[in-house]
């Protein structure tokens, strides 16, 4: 069975600090999103990635396809980036269709 | 540029009741879903489509039907609503090919509740 795990499952931290969050994976993927969810609100792609690592701003996303493992950073949260972060992931062997995990909580306090 | 519209976005239905949900995307892409997400399930793909008139099995397909009739238009209907069919449904579209290959654009989601 295919299966994505995230960690941790909740995450509180202050304005200012430095974010990580984990996705690992099963098997060989052929992409990974990064996706966020403020409260209540419609789900955002913030980054795909199949390898290496990009940036957007304060978020960093890093994959390592050897070890099936990416993670998500943040850095000098600050309290608009509370929201629930998903790892999506589209195995080689799922035409298509993506796998996702069960999000981490985010909330970052003032 | 709209990208992924849903309609409707709220709807409340009795045990019984049908209804359908509709998804339209004007990126022209390819392929086309229906997720539904509960609370501490993450996102479950009920249906999808990779092209017009196609459609195929989630993992959790059943009491839901589908259609792709227009490659724009992805609808998601209950034939029988029951109460394990309350949820907040998204629909996401990607391209197959070009820069945006495999990013999923996704709606805004469709609050349904069945009494």
């Known amino acids: 069975k295919n299966e994505v795990e995230q960690s941790p499952q909740n995450l509180t931290a202050q304005e200012g600090e430095f974010i990580t969050i984990n996705c690992s994976y099963s098997?060989?993927?052929?992409?990974l999103h990064w996706l966020q969810q403020h409260p209540g609100g419609g789900i955002v792609s913030l980054f795909m990635?199949?390898?290496g690592k990009k940036k957007h701003g304060r978020l960093i996303a890093t994959i390592n396809i050897q070890e099936k493992h990416s993670s998500l950073h943040i850095t000098a949260s600050h309290p608009r980036d509370s929201a629930v972060y998903i790892c999506?992931?589209?195995?080689?062997?799922?035409?298509?269709?993506?796998?996702f995990g069960d999000g981490t909580t985010l909330t970052v306090k003032p | 540029n709209a990208g992924v519209t849903q309609t409707p976005k709220f709807r409340v239905l009795k045990t019984g009741q049908s209804m359908t949900l509709l998804c339209a995307q004007d990126?022209?892409?390819?392929?086309m879903y229906w997720y539904r997400q509960d609370p501490g399930m993450g996102l479950r793909l009920i249906h999808y489509?990779?092209?017009?008139?196609?459609?195929a099995k989630g993992e959790v397909p059943d009491g839901y039907n589908v259609s792709r009739l227009k490659k724009q238009n992805f609808l998601l209907g209950l034939e029988s609503a029951a109460p394990s069919q309350t949820s907040v449904y998204f629909c996401?579209?990607?391209?197959?090919?070009?820069?945006?290959?495999?990013?999923?654009?996704f709606g805004a989601g469709s609050r349904l509740t069945v009494l």
């Open positions: 990126m022209n892409h390819e392929y």
């Open positions: 990635l199949s390898s």
């Open positions: 098997v060989g993927i052929s992409a």
């Open positions: 996401a579209s990607k391209p197959t090919g070009g820069s945006g290959a495999n990013v999923l654009t």
């Open positions: 999506a992931v589209t195995f080689n062997t799922n035409a298509g269709k993506s796998t």
């Open positions: 489509s990779v092209g017009e008139g196609t459609t």
